[in-house]
C-alpha cells in the first residue's frame, strides 16, 4: 500500500527569463530582475518552514531560466536551501540552463556548489527554427556551450523542440544528428504546442504561420524514437530518452508517485498524498510571503483511487509501463478492475500492450498518449 514517507526530492522554481518566448506559457516573468532579490528573500521564508537537515536524493532548481540569477543570487539561493536540506551521497542536483548563461565562471561556481546535472534548453541546432522560437543562441555557440559544460558537468541533456513551423524532417534529423554528435547522454524531445495566452497563440489564430501537419509531426517523433534508440540512448519516458544510468532520478520521483517538495511562485508539492500547489503568478507569490499569508493556491487531497489512477496516467508516461503486481501491492487496488475496458479497447487499437508482467504503451500510443490516458481517468 502507499505508505506516508517524507519526502527526498525538492524542486524550486526559479521565475525568471531574459525574455518570454512566444510559445511559453511557463510561470515567470521577463525583464524584471529588480524582482530577484524579492524573490530570494521569499523564498528564504519558504524553506524556513522545513525544518534542518532534510536529506535530499534529488534536487532539481527549474524555471524560467534558474542561471539567468547571477554567481551571487544563486549562491544566496543555495545557502537558503543548504540551511535546510543536505544532499545524500548518491544524489542528483539539477538545473535548467540556458546556453548563453553558462559562462566559464559560471559554470565552475555550479559544481563547486554540487550540480551534477545541467538540463540545457538547446530547442534545435538550426538557425531559423531558433530564430522563430525566439531564443537568443545560435547553433555553433551550443557547440562550444556543451563542450565546456560537458568538461566539468559530465551530465548533461538537451531540450529539443520538433513540429516547429517552417521545421521538415530533414532540419529534424539534423538537429538529432548534432545532439548525439555532442555526446548527450539525455535528450527530452518536445513537439511544439500553442497554449493559450501566448504570442504564439494570437499569430496563429492570425493566421501568421500554421503548425506541421499532423502526420510530419508523427514522422519526427517515429524518427526520433528509431535514431537516438540506435544511437544508444533508450527510450524511457514519452519524451525522454537516456544512456543506462542518465534517466533523470527527479523526474522518476514525479512518475513513480512518490512525495516531493516544491518552492517558489507555481510549485506543487505532494506530501502525505496532499497534493499543494503556489500561486502561479510571481508577484501574488511574493505579495503572499510577504504579508505572511500562505503561497498556496489549490490544494487536493488524493482518495486512494485518485492517487491509483494517477499512478496509472504516470505510469504509462514511462515505457517500462506499469508493473501489475507491484501497482497492487502498492495502491491496494487491481489494475484491471480500475480500467479493464480502457485496457481492452487500447490493446484492441493496437496503443497498449500486455506483458507477462506489465501494461504498457506501444510505440504507436506514445504517439497518442494524451488520447489514450483520458480514458483512464
Ligand atoms: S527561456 Fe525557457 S522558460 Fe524562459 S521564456 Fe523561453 S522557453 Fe520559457
Known amino acids: 500500500m502507499f505508505n506516508q514517507e517524507l519526502p527526498s526530492s525538492a524542486y524550486i522554481h526559479v521565475p525568471f527569463c531574459q525574455h518570454r518566448c512566444g510559445y511559453c506559457d ?25 525544518g534542518e537537515d532534510v536529506e535530499l536524493k534529488t534536487l532539481f532548481l527549474g524555471g524560467g531560466t534558474p542561471t539567468h540569477l547571477s554567481i551571487n543570487q544563486l549562491q544566496r539561493l543555495f545557502n537558503a536551501i543548504f540551511s535546510h536540506f543536505q544532499l545524500a551521497t548518491d544524489y542528483e542536483f539539477s538545473i535548467e540552463a540556458n546556453p548563453l548563461n553558462l559562462t566559464e565562471e559560471k559554470i565552475d561556481f555550479l559544481k563547486q556548489a554540487g550540480v551534477n546535472r545541467v538540463s540545457l534548453g538547446v530547442q534545435s541546432f538550426d538557425s531559423n527554427i531558433l530564430t522563430f522560437l525566439e531564443r537568443d543562441h545560435q547553433p555553433q555557440q551550443v557547440f562550444e556551450i556543451v563542450q565546456r559544460l560537458q568538461s566539468r558537468i559530465e551530465n548533461t541533456s538537451l531540450d529539443l523542440i520538433f513540429a516547429v513551423p517552417g521545421q521538415n524532417l530533414e532540419n529534424w534529423k539534423t538537429t538529432l544528428n548534432h545532439a548525439i554528435q555532442l555526446n548527450i547522454p539525455h535528450v ?157 479497447k487500447h490493446v484492441e487499437a493496437g496503443f497498449l500492450e500486455e506483458t507477462k508482467t506489465h501494461v504498457r504503451l506501444t510505440q504507436a500510443g506514445c504517439l497518442l498518449a494524451d488520447t489514450v490516458v483520458i480514458d483512464f481517468l
Open 188 to 344: 527530452s524531445t518536445y513537439g511544439l504546442t500553442i497554449e493559450k495566452g501566448t504570442s504564439f497563440w494570437s499569430r496563429q489564430k492570425a493566421g501568421i504561420f500554421d503548425l506541421p501537419e499532423e502526420e510530419l509531426a508523427g514522422e519526427m517523433y517515429e524518427f526520433s524514437l528509431k535514431f537516438l534508440s540506435s544511437a544508444g540512448l533508450k527510450h524511457y519516458e514519452i519524451s525522454n530518452f537516456a544512456r543506462p544510468g542518465y534517466e533523470c532520478r527527479h523526474n522518476e520521483v514525479y512518475w513513480t508517485g512518490y512525495p516531493y517538495f516544491g518552492f517558489g511562485p507555481g510549485a506543487a508539492s505532494y506530501l502525505n498524498g496532499k497534493r499543494e500547489q503556489n500561486h502561479r503568478s510571481v508577484i501574488t507569490w511574493l505579495r503572499r510571503i510577504a504579508a505572511g499569508e500562505s503561497p498556496i493556491s489549490d490544494q487536493e487531497e488524493l482518495s486512494p483511487e485518485d492517487r491509483a489512477r494517477e499512478a496509472i496516467i504516470f505510469g504509462l508516461r514511462r515505457r517500462i509501463g506499469i508493473n501489475v503486481e507491484k501497482f497492487a501491492e502498492r495502491y491496494g487496488y487491481d489494475l484491471y478492475d480500475l480500467s479493464q475496458s480502457a485496457i481492452k
Open 26 to 50: 511557463f510561470t515567470l516573468v521577463a525583464q524584471k530582475d529588480h524582482l530577484i532579490d524579492d524573490y530570494l528573500a521569499a523564498m528564504e521564508q519558504q524553506l524556513s518552514g522545513v
